[in-house]
């Protein structure tokens, strides 16, 4: 065993002598101060810079990914949060312009959540959250602060399925809020309504309101129903058919109101 190692140590005592005279020679250049010396010092520690460099390069660059990385979370982070404050500033507007029309209307209101909307085999519809328990009934009038969505037909104990006025079967008495002419509206696939049958003498504006008329035991007079778009005359030219344009988006409603009571 020890004759291996001595042989080995025998055989390698040139490199190992290398070794030493290398050590040697760096400790004798370390302590020696002669200006000679230094700039071989100087020489000797750009080589050893250079040497270096690409681990050091290649630590700065796993670190700016890292920081990279970071960033990327932390401007993933902050836009989660601006649309945050963006939903809940414009349902705070929303729900301030609701609370407001709550606060002047002259009549009886429930405010309800929709959490649904879509078309069933007998309507097209909205579900909203209140029901029997919250003294609603069908044939009730939905409306929000700007105009009619609709009317109750099933009603549950605590959700509720609203007709909405882009039914096809959905009638409604309307007034032209400046010429003072009434008809019954209906809503075309189109998502426009028309009141047909209008007097041919009446002098109805594009850009009209329209109003409920009032002359029904669901809806309340006055409610907001839209704005006349356009008026033509109708193919045999005895009347007058105007388009008018619904003032509810029913694609973008939250929130509702039931009407209880008038």
């Excluded at 079967?169 to 019954?184: A, T």
Aim: charged share 20%.
């Amino acid at each position: 065993m020890w004759l291996k190692v001595i042989r080995f140590l025998i055989d390698l005592y040139e490199y190992f002598l290398l070794i030493l005279l290398i050590i040697l020679s760096f400790v004798i250049l370390s302590k020696n101060n002669s200006p000679q010396v230094r700039i071989l010092q100087g020489e000797i520690a750009d080589v050893f810079a250079f040497i270096h460099y690409p681990g050091v390069w290649i630590d700065n660059l796993s670190n700016l990914m890292h920081e990279n990385q970071e960033l990327k979370e932390e401007n993933l982070r902050l836009a989660l949060l601006n649309a945050q404050l963006k939903e809940s500033y414009i349902e705070n507007q929303r729900l301030r312009e609701m609370l407001s029309f709550a606060d002047t209307s002259h009549l009886t209101i429930l405010p309800a959540e929709v959490i649904n909307q879509g078309t069933t085999p007998l309507y097209n519809s909205i579900m909203i959250n209140v029901g029997s328990k919250h003294a609603i009934t069908p044939n009730m009038a939905v409306i929000t602060n700007k105009g009619i969505v609709g009317k109750t037909v099933s009603v549950g104990d605590n959700n509720t399925l609203v007709q909405i006025f882009l039914d096809v079967n959905f009638r409604l008495g309307v007034k032209f809020q400046i010429s003072r002419e009434y008809g019954i509206m209906s809503w075309q696939p189109n998502g426009l309504a028309e009141v047909r049958e209008i007097a041919k003498t009446a002098v109805i504006y594009p850009g009209e309101k329209v109003l409920t008329s009032g002359y029904s035991e669901i809806y309340p007079p006055n409610i907001m129903v839209g704005e006349v778009i356009d008026v033509r005359q109708s193919a045999n030219n005895l009347f007058q058919i105007a388009t008018v344009r619904p003032s509810v988006n029913i694609n973008s409603i939250e929130e509702v109101f039931v009407v209880l009571k008038k």
